[in-house]
């Protein structure tokens, strides 16, 4: 049996001195609830971290929702309730691969059977934790941990914690055996993970086979950044190649930054009836625990050095978190940008379409000339008759007076152009998010679509617009006296013509397309409208139709870009999570540095000086 290094040290925690506070951080404000203190600003932290969500489907939001995962269960395990405590049991979580033989050790150094080893694998289904019994009220009082449900009895739960006392086991210590870390069990790996962030010290088991397996070094760098304690037990060694193979682990330690962490070496050897190993071989390593244990300020040493690692890791992993949410506005922002441009573009193909005239043409143009060309305009104008007479050629010839046929005609006209600018918005839309992971992932194939319920509410819409400008022809003729002067049916006939004033930008100044297509009735309606209302206040009508018109239609146009919108609405985190976060973090980081946890001092006993690496 061996230990590597004659001056068992703290590993990878730089002193305090040495690290920086965030720039602002002394600048921020106390927690809100107005608990500056270490513990209440990780109640801060730990309520921003739960309040933001990655659900974008982004290359950052699986490793994030994992980090602030494993962050909160270390808040909730660790952090929160070591603090409350400093002075509770130091505890050792035993951590290794499977197979290593922790139980075995774990069983050994306690000298008592606590914990299920075998050649079956994965042997240990729920973690058990052993501590002398005088240290057991902290540990079932359920503060550390708290998500594991005590019991008394072994369990294949993972998710409890099988409590066990052991009289040869000092005061003040306990270890937990842990699930493997590399277990072909999804939750037992997860679980693993979880308790060793809930460490004071680790205590990682190798064997000669698997020192170099990549998963172990993976967790151990992760402890090395969080300024962890660990100590390394490398088992089952040859005795041929114990140096060698010490050697070579000790080298690998030290390039990762580890080379202080204590090394003991536990050759290949037999187990006695009770699957013990003799105490020889163990002795070492539990002589090493016993002068831990005995020694309250050393015990003290560990806890505040992997305390304040774990606390000093906390402001760059926070940091990452605050990133990726910055990245989820971003995306969400860029999506509804993509939907926006789309329909804006069917905005301004609308509003184009009421300037270039394209609207005047075919029925619309067709009804307009049959309208005004025969003389109905102009007679609706002159007398309260027209209605009656217009009713009753409607029932004698069987069909719409041209009045309601050019009301259906604007109408239709509408409804297509509407149809047409929708449809192509949604498209746009639906191919600018399918080109995007995060859009991808929100789409379904009926949002490539307009609405089914669209032609409908297009219908309504028109209609309505249609009697406000009838209204709007009462309100402005008022003045004139134009409604006390005729019949109602000569302001819808007044209101029809400021419809087919609003398909011309030039409101009735005939253009070369206007005469070519026949708008050159309309040169003749307009000079009634004019000598009614006076030439601006025809402009005024047309302009006034015209921006009512626009405004319901971007409305229309709106209800059809949420659909797509309120997708990204229910996703996007709120948009200062990435600050609140940052600030968060800053708060604990200030608070830590006040807090004068870390200390310089070497926190662990040295090792057995006698073959010393």
């Known amino acids: 049996m061996t230990t590597h290094g004659d001056s068992a040290t703290r590993s990878g925690a730089p002193a305090v001195a040495a690290r920086t506070v965030p720039p602002d951080a002394a600048e921020e404000p106390s927690v809100t609830t107005g608990d500056d203190s270490l513990p209440g600003a990780l109640s801060g932290l730990r309520a921003a971290i739960g309040a933001t969500r990655y659900p974008l489907a982004l290359p950052s939001a699986s490793s994030a929702r994992h980090a602030a ?86 369990s294949d739960d993972p998710r409890s914690l099988h409590l066990v006392t052991a009289p040869a086991l000092p005061p003040g210590l306990a270890f937990l055996d842990a699930p493997d870390i590399d277990s072909v069990v999804d939750a037992n790996r997860a679980l693993a993970s979880q308790l060793l962030a809930a460490a004071d010290l680790w205590l990682f088991v190798t064997t000669a086979a698997r020192y170099a397996d990549a998963v172990p070094w993976e967790l151990l760098r992760s402890a090395r950044g969080r300024g962890a304690v660990i100590a390394m037990v490398l088992d089952r060694v040859p005795v041929e190649a114990s140096d060698e193979i010490a050697a070579h682990l000790a080298e690998m330690l030290a390039a990762q930054d580890l080379g202080r962490a204590p090394l003991f070496v536990l050759p290949e050897t037999w187990v006695d009836g009770q699957g013990l190993l003799p105490e020889g071989v163990t002795a070492p390593l539990a002589e090493w625990f016993a002068r831990l244990a005995a020694d309250a300020d050393a015990r003290a040493a560990v806890v505040r050095q992997t305390l304040d690692g774990a606390l000093a890791a906390l402001y760059p992993a926070v940091e990452e978190l605050a990133g990726a949410a910055d990245e989820q506005v971003t995306a969400a922002d860029g999506l509804d940008e993509r939907v926006r441009t789309a329909y804006r573009g069917a905005e301004r193909t609308v509003e184009q379409g009421l300037r270039d005239g394209r609207l005047l043409r075919g029925e619309v143009l067709a009804r307009w000339q049959e309208f005004v060309g025969t003389g109905e305009f102009f007679r609706t104008l002159e007398a309260r008759i027209g209605r009656l007479r217009d009713r009753v050629v409607a029932a004698v010839t069987g069909r719409p007076a041209p009045a309601s046929e050019l009301r259906n005609a604007i109408e239709s006209q509408l409804v297509t152009l509407l149809r047409g600018v929708a449809s192509e918005a949604a498209e746009s839309a639906y191919t600018g998010w399918k080109a995007h992971p995060a859009g991808a992932d929100l789409l379904e194939p009926g949002l490539a679509y307009p609405s089914d319920d669209l032609p409908e509410r297009a219908e309504r819409m028109i209609r309505d617009w249609q009697r406000a400008v009838l209204e709007l022809v009462r309100v402005e003729g008022a003045d004139k006296r134009f409604v006390a002067r005729t019949a109602a049916y000569a302001v819808n006939a007044t209101g029809l013509a400021v419809m087919i004033a609003v398909f011309a930008s030039t409101a009735f100044i005939p253009t070369g397309l206007e005469v070519a297509t026949g708008a050159g009735t309309t040169v003749a309606a307009q000079a009634v409208l004019q000598a009614i209302f006076g030439d601006q206040a025809v402009r005024t009508l047309a302009a006034k139709a015209r921006v009512d018109l626009l405004a319901r239609v971007r409305k229309l146009l709106d209800a059809e870009a949420d659909r797509f919108l309120t997708r990204t609405a229910d996703a996007r985190p709120a948009e200062a999570a990435g600050d609140t976060l940052r600030r968060a973090a800053g708060r604990v980081e200030l608070a830590r540095h006040r807090s004068g946890l870390a200390t310089d001092d070497d926190t662990l006993p040295a090792g057995d000086e006698e073959g010393a690496r």
Request: hydrophobic share 40%; glycine share 10%; proline share 8%.
């Open 69 to 154: 995962g494993a962050l909160t269960d270390q808040l909730d395990d660790y952090l929160l309730p070591r603090l409350a405590r400093l002075d509770a049991p130091l505890l050792v979580v035993v951590g290794g691969s499977t197979g290593a033989g922790k139980s075995t050790l774990v069983n050994s150094l306690v000298k008592a059977r606590v914990s299920a080893a075998g050649v079956l694998r994965p042997t240990t289904r729920s973690p058990v934790l052993v501590c002398n019994p005088a240290d057991a009220a902290w540990f079932r009082q359920g503060d550390l941990l708290p998500g594991l449900t005590r019991t008394t009895e072994p």
